[in-house]
């Protein structure tokens, strides 16, 4: 099993949509949400993601299509 | 000795042994190093400062490390009154804080030198980093000097003249064929595969903290006080936050007086996902997909981001992104007033300035510093086809002075 962890960024859009929910629901990722903040515009949340790897791939990839900006929880490390 | 004393989540203040760790378990938050400040305040002094090396370590005691440092004599580098510049823009304290001077020729030898030791320390025998050109140079340098390994992660597309500043120290150097993003994604996956002190990954904590020397040294290089305007490029805003703690330390140990430093950050333009978010008045940072001449500062999802808004807010700092063609005018700037060939960070740092002068934000007497992180040398493509060209001529004097004709007119040949 591989873990994943994970910043999802939501546009105003798809704040209302169960994303998480069907990303664990279609490709059988457990999400354990760690810290967010989700007003009526816009949110974020900071969650772990445990399942195959390829799984995780295919999940994240869903979510990407969907509008949702995924990056690394603890920012970029290629610098400069 | 070290006065530190644990890592402790920024998010969620849960404590850590001082090992390679760099994220909170419980809210994946990130950790930073806190010390004994009690006992710290009680074995310092300016004097005892003022007897140390020449170089960051003379502030060893505010540093988070036990064991031998790996030394190329980092930091300790000039604060030059800029008073050339200081006249075009209007500003009589102007200072440029010339970190162009260290071993690789950037500031990121002052993170390494600390990060390297603490692996030494921590047991490692290899170092690692993901870089478009300055850390590598220092990671590759540094673990040379510690005759430590070197994995190198680049994008296979770097120009030349930034590899071979790595390649030189003869680490493992790895270019990465892919987007941006997949080298990010790639290098933290690795970092979480093999056991190797990855600078800015599992060692990032004690890293960072290599950068509150540029605070310590231009306080002990005013005369001890703090300065009423710092201006900081940020990449991960890194930089910026540890400025401001360097500064505050040194006031809660009294070395120096009340701290009411404004805090100014300087982006460029094509990235610039702090300086927008404070602007729309958000807590937290949006990231951005980085397009922009100034490399160095390209870092989209910055990990500090909302720390550095923090300090923004706190210090009553303001912001300026600069688009390209003006960074390339901050460096010319830079260069013909002050003899200062920075990379393109600095251009950042000088047109930002420019634009926080012109606004008001910085009272013409008031004592300002602009940090001057890396050296030009290492970006000359930003400016090679916009800097003043070579006029060819024959080895004649008849060929000189008819080709230079109305440059000539004001001078008088002897005889």
């Known amino acids: ?80 | 000795m070290s006065f530190a004393r644990a890592l402790r989540c920024r998010e969620c203040h849960r404590e850590y042994p001082l090992q390679p760790l760099y994220v909170c378990e419980f809210c994946f938050g990130s950790l930073e190093v806190a010390y004994d400040y009690q006992a710290l305040a009680r074995a310092t002094s300016r004097e005892k400062i003022a007897q140390g090396p020449l170089s960051m370590w003379r502030y060893r005691d505010f540093l988070p490390l036990e064991g031998e440092v790996v030394d190329m004599n980092a930091g300790f580098t000039p604060l030059l009154k800029a008073d050339n510049l200081g006249g075009v823009l209007g500003l009589k304290g102007l200072y440029i804080k010339n970190d162009c001077v260290n071993p690789t020729y950037s500031f990121k030898d002052r993170v390494v030198s600390l990060a390297v030791s603490k692996a030494r320390e921590f047991g490692f025998d290899t170092v690692a980093c993901a870089s478009t050109g300055n850390l590598a140079n220092a990671v590759a340098a540094h673990a040379a000097k510690a005759r430590m390994k070197a994995f190198i992660f680049i994008p296979a597309d770097l120009e030349k003249g930034k590899i071979v500043g790595t390649a030189i120290y003869r680490p493992t150097l790895v270019a990465v064929e892919g987007n941006y993003d997949e080298v990010n994604r790639l290098c933290g996956e690795l970092a979480e595969r093999y056991p190797w002190a990855f600078v800015n990954i599992n060692i990032r904590p004690y890293y960072s903290e290599g950068s509150k020397t540029l605070a310590y040294e231009v306080a002990e290089q005013l005369g001890w006080r703090a300065p009423d305007h710092c201006i900081v490029p940020a990449a991960s805003g890194s930089l910026y936050t540890k400025v401001w703690k360097g500064l505050h330390e040194l006031s809660s140990l009294g070395l120096i007086g009340e701290v009411k430093t404004r805090m100014h950050l300087a982006q460029p333009l094509g990235c610039a996902p702090i300086v927008q978010a404070f602007q729309r008045g958000d807590k937290r940072v949006k990231p951005v997909r980085p397009q922009t001449l100034a490399k160095s500062l390209a870092m989209g999802n910055p990990a500090d981001g909302v720390y550095a808004l923090r300090v923004l807010r706190e210090s009553g700092g303001g912001v300026a992104a600069t688009p390209d063609e003006e960074i390339v005018e901050g460096m010319m700037l830079l260069a013909e007033t002050e003899g200062i060939f920075a990379e393109t960070a600095g251009g950042v740092v000088i047109a930002g300035l420019r634009s926080l002068a012109q606004a008001g934000a910085i009272a013409p007497g008031e004592t300002v510093i602009a940090y001057i992180t890396g050296a030009g040398p290492k970006t000359v493509e930003a400016v090679e086809d916009k800097i003043v060209q070579a006029i060819t001529i024959k080895p004649t004097v008849a060929s000189f002075e008819q080709s230079l004709g109305a440059k000539l007119r004001e001078e008088t040949p002897h005889g």
């Open chain 1, 1 to 80: 099993m591989a873990k994943r962890r994970v910043m999802f960024t939501f546009p105003t859009e798809l704040v209302t949509e169960p994303i998480i929910y069907n990303l664990g629901m279609q490709f059988m990722v457990v999400t354990n949400i760690r810290r967010a903040d989700v007003t009526e515009d816009r949110g974020w949340v900071i969650l772990e993601l445990e399942g195959k790897e390829g799984d995780i791939e295919k999940g994240l990839a869903w979510v990407i299509s969907k509008g949702v900006k995924v990056d690394r929880v603890t920012g970029d490390v290629v610098e400069g």
